[in-house]
Nanobody, 116 residues
Framework: QVQLVESGGDLVQPGGSLRLSCAASGFTSENYAIGWFRQAPGQEREGVSCISSRDGNIYYADSVKGRFTISRNNAKNTVYLQMNNLKPEDTAVYYC?????????WGQGTQVTVSS
């Protein structure tokens, strides 16, 4: 069964840190580009960061550059999103996405809330 499972979301104070994990099962994630997206209430889903499958190219949205770091551990079939200096505007449900050609999978999301 193909699955992407996100974890690591939590309530954190502004300036705090979280590390999200995206664990893949049922397929080899190293063949896929993996992206993190987020969706805040009443807003459209937006891309946060992604990492390519082979050459390691990485993209960050301007809003998270310098604060978020994406990485992948192919041995664990897992991609991470380290989030530092979190801001209230980072509050959203975070989803991971795996894409390879016409194959595309989404996880169920994990809630990140940044509030004092």
């Amino acid at each position: 069964q193909v699955q992407l499972v996100e974890s690591g979301g939590d309530l954190v104070q502004p300036g705090g840190s979280l590390r999200l994990s995206c664990a893949a099962s049922g397929f080899t994630s190293e063949n896929y580009a993996i992206g993190w997206f987020r969706q805040a209430p009443g807003q459209e889903r937006e891309g946060v960061s992604c990492i390519s499958s082979r050459d390691g190219n990485i993209y960050y949205a301007d809003s998270v550059k310098g604060r978020f770091t994406i990485s992948r551990n192919n041995a664990k079939n897992t991609v991470y999103l380290q989030m530092n200096n979190l801001k209230p505007e980072d509050t959203a449900v975070y989803y991971c996405n795996a894409k390879w050609g016409l194959r595309e999978y989404w996880g169920q999301g994990t809630q990140v809330t940044v509030s004092s």
